[in-house]
T-cell receptor
Framework: AQRVTQPEKLLSVFKGAPVELKCNYS??????LFWYVQYSRQRLQLLLR??SRESIKGFTADLNKGETSFHLKKPFAQEEDSAMYYC??????????FGKGTRLHILP | EAQVTQNPRYLITVTGKKLTVTCSQN?????MSWYRQDPGLGLRQIYY???????DKGDVPEGYKVSRKEKRNFPLILESPSPNQTSLYFC?????????????FGPGTRLTVL
């Protein structure tokens, strides 16, 4: 079954500390993976995609096919990073599967 | 302004009364999609459309219909709504179905079915 798992519903991190939001996927094939973010009272928006190998707002995510993971990382958390984060996978049929999301709370 | 719009933003209705939630984008996007967001379940794809007259079922299509008669519009139809369809619905669009293309989301429609 194709699935995206975000094991943490809520993650609280002190400002300045490193952040890692976990994402594991189940998919027989080469996945296309994304991270989306929803800030308070804003629309869901793309944060980054694995195919671009980009760093956005200090966040990076590396696809690890051996561990079937696509964890989101940032070395130093900032208060404005508090938001809901969703990992998502696009399969070969162009269907998109989202994880259940992780709420990141940055403590002052 | 390039955007995805949804109407209505809030709707309270009763079981069995047909309703349509409209979605429109002005970016000439080919790929459009509907999601529902429920607490503890995240976003689940209902239907998606690769282009005009092409629609496919997502993960949770039961109880919903869509149409894509023109590129800019992708309405979500609930022929006979039930309380378990109470949810927050999002429409999204992207240039094409590709890992290179960002999905742009609408503001959401909060539906309550009594």
């Amino acid at each position: 079954a194709q699935r995206v798992t975000q094991p943490e519903k809520l993650l609280s991190v002190f400002k300045g500390a490193p952040v890692e939001l976990k994402c594991n996927y189940s998919y027989s094939g080469s996945p296309e993976l994304f991270w989306y973010v929803q800030y308070s009272r804003q629309r869901l928006q793309l944060l980054l995609r694995h195919i671009s190998r980009e760093s956005i707002k200090g966040f990076t995510a590396d696809l690890n096919k051996g561990e079937t993971s696509f964890h989101l990382k940032k070395p130093f958390a900032q208060e404005e990073d508090s938001a809901m984060y969703y990992c998502a996978l696009m399969n070969r049929d162009d269907k998109i599967i989202f994880g259940k999301g992780t709420r990141l709370h940055i403590l002052p | 302004e390039a955007q995805v719009t949804q109407n209505p933003r809030y709707l309270i209705t009763v079981t069995g009364k047909k309703l349509t939630v409209t979605c429109s984008q002005n970016m000439n996007h080919e790929y459009m999609s509907w999601y529902r967001q429920d607490p503890g379940l995240g976003l689940r794809q209902i239907y998606y459309s690769m282009n005009v007259e092409v629609t496919d079922k997502g993960d949770v299509p039961e109880g919903y219909k869509v149409s894509r008669k023109e590129k800019r519009n992708f309405p979500l139809i609930l022929e006979s709504p039930s309380p378990n369809q109470t949810s927050l619905y999002f429409c999204a669009s992207s240039l094409a179905a590709s890992a290179h293309n960002e999905q742009f989301f609408g503001p959401g429609t909060r539906l309550t079915v009594l």
